[in-house]
């Protein structure tokens, strides 16, 4: 009996947990900047949502999906990444029909791939995406990317390069497959199994082979900035100058492809610069999918948006000794001997918990000064102290652990009490 995580997965316990609480509590603040809206889909579909979405050619769809039957004979997926169910939604939802557009929503979830683990590569991994639905403006490429370093900065991260390019439109695009096609024909017999097939499918694929990326005939493809007609010169441009206005620091990569079929016009990647951030260096990708809503059966729609994954912003983080601002303390505990007392801190344990006070007790029996350890252990900024001669005389002893001040309050007052010494504090 196999009794182990499976591989590629991964528990997230107490101490790492209070971690992505507090990555996602900023990110979704900063989604409330940006006014983009939090949407769930959910964590299956049906298997040709993606074969449609992602792209029959992409590694994701050919290798890398968890796809099986129901027991209604139904192929399902759990879905690999988030923007094909996310504009499913927008369809099946009808969202384009709402009075305000574009329409702007983000994503927290996991994602299933069955890559080859590593690390900042697991098989289930948790993707924050946005995705902005319905307007083709340039400035609002720059948003989503403006969005996306924002969300690396927030959080204190300065080891970060944008890698920027236009994969043009539909036109261009076509221009270069067959550019692509023509210089590749010549070395067919050399690439791999795998770029011959996408060399007929979708040539822009080979670009992306990990096989083949030695290969001289890479170096030398045509790039498709070369191939971009006036209009996708001229959106490129435009996104740039915001970037440049905003002051966002970019590099063009003319090589940067990306792996999912869906995008045009404009691609983007953001890498960690740090020292010792492993093999892995991308920290998020992202782009325009004009197209993808009418593909996916709705009306002619421009999109846009950008996805990473938690895992590797945390490892950003490490790579970066950045340690967040958790608050690991607890505001108060109880310390009880005696019966009466135990019965007693029951009851005050609850009243205080409804009043809002954060507390916690002992259950195990513990002798008084292990309690006491217990609430040091606990980082508890206040120990209240009943004993049956305290319930006797309706007392608590209340204890500030930074001062040492010990007060005796009348146990009728105690919330009221702590509340207010708890405020002071902030
Ligand atoms: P993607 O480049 O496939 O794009 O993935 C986006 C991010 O998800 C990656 O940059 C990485 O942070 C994270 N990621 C991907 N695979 C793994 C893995 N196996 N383990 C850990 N992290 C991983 C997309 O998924 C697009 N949907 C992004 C997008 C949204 N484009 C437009 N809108």
């Not at 944008?162 to 024909?185: C, M, P, T, W, Y």
């Not at 960690?272 to 993808?292: K, M």
């Amino acid at each position: 009996m196999n009794m182990k995580a499976p591989r590629g997965t991964q528990d997230l316990l107490p101490g790492i947990t209070e971690k992505w609480q507090y990555v996602e509590y900023a990110l979704i603040d900063l989604c409330r900047r940006y006014n983009y809206k939090e949407i769930r889909t959910p964590i299956f579909e049906h298997t040709e949502l993606f074969q449609r979405g992602v792209g029959d050619s992409t590694d994701i769809v050919q290798k890398e999906m968890y796809t099986f039957k129901d027991r209604g004979d139904r192929s399902l997926t759990l879905r690999p990444e988030g923007t094909a169910s996310v504009v499913r939604s927008f369809v099946e939802n009808k969202l384009f029909g709402n009075a305000s557009q574009p329409t702007k929503l983000f994503y927290f979830g996991p994602m299933f791939r069955y890559e080859r683990p590593q690390q900042g590569r697991m098989r289930q991994f948790v993707q924050f995406g946005v995705e902005a639905l319905g307007s083709a403006d340039p400035a609002v490429d720059a948003e989503v990317i403006a969005l996306a370093m924002n969300s690396y900065q927030e959080l204190g991260l300065t080891s970060l390069k944008l890698v920027l390019n236009s994969l043009g439109d539909l036109e261009s695009r076509k221009n270069h497959r067959q550019a692509l096609i023509d210089h590749f024909a010549p070395y067919r017999e050399e690439l791999c199994e795998d770029c011959q097939v996408r060399l007929d499918q979708n040539p822009l694929r080979v670009l992306d082979c990990k096989k083949d990326r030695n290969h001289p005939a890479m170096e030398s493809a045509p790039s498709i900035l070369e191939y971009l007609n006036d209009q996708s010169k001229a959106y490129f441009e435009k996104v740039k100058g915001h970037l440049d206005s905003m002051g966002i620091d970019y590099v063009v990569d003319k090589n940067l492809v990306r792996g999912l079929d869906y995008y045009n016009h404009t691609a983007f990647e953001i890498m960690s610069d740090a020292e010792g951030f492993g093999a892995i260096t991308t920290l998020s990708g992202g782009g325009r999918y004009n197209g993808l809503v009418e593909d996916l059966g709705g009306p002619e729609t421009p999109g846009i948006g950008f996805a990473m994954s938690v895992e590797r912003l945390l490892m950003a983080l490490e790579a970066e000794g950045i340690e967040l601002p958790l608050d690991e303390s607890l505001d108060c505990y109880l310390v009880s001997m005696g019966e009466l007392a135990e019965e007693t801190s029951v009851k005050l344990t609850y009243d205080l918990r409804r009043a809002g006070i954060q507390v916690d007790k002992d259950y195990l029996g513990k002798k008084f000064k292990a309690q006491f350890k217990a609430a040091d252990r606990l980082g508890a900024k206040f120990v209240l102290i009943l004993g049956d001669e305290e319930v006797e005389q309706n007392l608590v002893k209340v204890k500030n652990m930074e001062t040492g001040n010990q007060e005796e309050i009348p146990l009728e007052n105690v919330v009221d009490h702590l509340r207010s010494e708890l405020e002071a504090e902030g």
